[in-house]
């Protein structure tokens, strides 16, 4: 990777245990035109710690004020990233991912590992180069033990914002998924947001419900027959693959609820698979 970027960029590293050091890699590593906020591990939290674009504000408001060519965002042990725009546009995590794994394979081919409710994007990216996906139950450790079984280049998780990258360890790692960016963007001269608009175009949604674990086969019986003919993989919950998009359901391992994820070419699509498996629950 490049060592010297250049580029002007904002930080909200939430006051957390990596702070200190992405602070330092990316001023004094990468040699960016660093603007950081909330880099003292020694405060509290100044906000929610999962890095959702939903509660980084003052992330979009700081692209904008140092008009930064982009804008990270981290939880607070500094593996999960959230990545912003020069417009303060903070992207859907999944695409930050399928934007890693892009730049990876233009570098080196080879299989990528995610999990079941990772968009199809990455599908779409890996075949433009021609790897291989391999798709596990949700956690960072399944993904991991797969990555290694295969040999992959590259995986993650999307929903969460969590890039792996082998060459350099095999966990979950903001400070990789930054430089990966950033060396493309050097690069090639592309903005952040040329980067984002390059992806194939998907809608998602998610979210949770109560739920007895008792009721999560009834469910995937219900779920099945309400979509003959999809594709079904059963290795977490179920998931149910369709034209035009597919859903994910799955109970949680430490709560009673039960998780629904869903995507869909069109945002039609994608609402349509989300009430349905909300109806039936």
Known sequence: MRTRSGARVALDAVNGAGSRMSVRFLRDILGCELHAIHADPAKPFPREPEPRP?????????????????????????????????????FDNDDVLALAIDCALRKQKGPVVVNLTTSSAVD?????????????????ANVV?????????????????????????????SC????????RM????????ALAASLPRYWRRSGKLPFAHGRLGQLMQAL???????????TDGLKLMLDDGWVHVRASNTEPILRIAVEGKTREAADRLYRLAESLC
């Open 54 to 90: 939903e509660v980084l504000g003052e992330l979009s408001e700081l692209v904008l004020r140092v008009r930064a060519d982009a804008g990270f965002a981290q939880d607070p042990d500094g593996d999960r990233l959230a990545v912003a725009g020069e417009t303060g546009r903070v």
């Open 124 to 140: 779409d990216i890996a075949a433009r180069h021609g790897c291989p996906v391999f798709r596990t139950p949700v956690g960072e």
């Open 145 to 173: 033990e797969r990555m290694r079984a295969v040999r992959a280049v590259i995986g993650g998780e999307g929903a969460n914002g969590g890039i792996i990258f082998p060459a350099v360890h095999p966990c979950r790692d």
């Open 176 to 183: 990789l998924g930054m430089a990966l960016l950033l060396e």
């Open 186 to 193: 050097a690069e090639t001269g592309e903005t952040m947001n």
């Open 224 to 234: 099945e027959a309400a979509l003959p003919g999809a594709r079904a993989d059963r």
